[in-house]
């Protein structure tokens, strides 16, 4: 477990390449033995109805390696076949909501304070307007049932080309979204700015950041094209870290990158690159709204 305090805000993503049920526990101690103390995952149960025991077994894995799970994503469909999340499913409101009493009971166990919710793509039997309005409820009731907890909920764009058909596909749209959500009283709502995405929106994330900060409460990175580990692409993430330190961001910063077939070369790359881009403000935890 990393002992280095500047690299204390980074945190490693373990669901890329896509998880499988066997492959959780080896990512969690391949994390821990690169020096990551934290890390970050995608629903890590095979079913939204997580059993008693595949909770703990988890929670015994994340303390017996010396990590915390600090961001996770409720259940999201299938994303191998295209499905990219619930949360504006009308057809799954039921479903997403015991999805996200399920996530919210397994990270205030763990200590986990931020929690994404896939936003979903768009569905040809729902008007768009039906599936807003279904991801807005369905994201005022996480709000209010994390709330007691001390949790956040989180909403992210993902950028169109590699996902043509999902129904947040801009910065801009996300940030309305959780205007209108804390305008509702819902004051631990905020958006997730994965920097890989907003390049290949062909924006400058620097200027996202600026812009957005008030909204933003998780940052993710990584490079393009590719989508690789940050540093071995064309992004200059030194100037997007100067861009944080600059509007005091008090996030984490999650490594979610693709590693291509395998994962246990990952924690490797990306503890070289947190060792060359030390975050300096040391304080850890999320931004408050």
């Known amino acids: 477990m990393t002992t280095d305090s500047d690299n204390d805000r980074y945190a490693l993503n373990l669901s890329l390449p896509p998880l499988r049920d066997d492959t959780l526990v080896p990512r969690i101690d391949a994390a821990a033995a690169a020096g990551f103390s934290l890390v970050e995952t995608w629903w890590p149960f095979p079913t939204a109805h997580p059993t008693g025991q595949q909770t703990e077994d988890l929670r015994t894995a994340l303390a017996a390696a010396g990590t915390r799970l600090v961001c996770m994503n409720i259940e999201a469909g299938d994303f191998t076949a295209g499905e990219r999340g619930i949360l504006s499913d009308p057809d799954r409101q039921q479903l997403c909501r015991e999805s996200i009493v ?110 957005y900060a008030k909204e933003c409460l998780h940052v993710q990175f990584a490079d393009i094209p590719g989508r690789t580990c940050p540093g071995t692409g064309v992004l200059d993430f030194a100037h997007i870290i100067t861009a944080l330190q600059e509007v005091a961001y008090k996030g984490l910063i999650g490594l979610e990158f693709n590693s291509g077939p395998g994962f246990l070369d990952s924690p490797a790359e990306a503890r070289s690159f947190t060792s060359r881009h030390p975050f300096v403000n040391r304080t850890v935890g999320p931004r408050e709204a």
């Open 102 to 211: 399920a996530a919210v009971e397994f990270a205030s166990r763990v200590g986990c304070r931020l929690l994404n919710l896939p936003y979903g793509n768009r569905l040809p039997h729902h008007s768009e307007e039906a599936q807003h309005r279904t991801a807005f409820d369905n994201l005022l009731f996480a709000a209010h049932h994390a709330q007691a907890h001390g949790i956040s909920v989180l909403v992210e764009a993902l950028n169109p080309m590699d996902n043509p058909l999902y129904l947040l596909p801009s910065v801009e749209g996300a940030v309305d979204v959780i205007r209108r959500t804390r305008h509702a009283g819902a004051a631990n709502t905020g958006i997730l700015l994965d920097v890989y995405h907003v390049a290949r929106m062909g924006q400058d994330p620097s200027h996202a950041i600026a812009r």
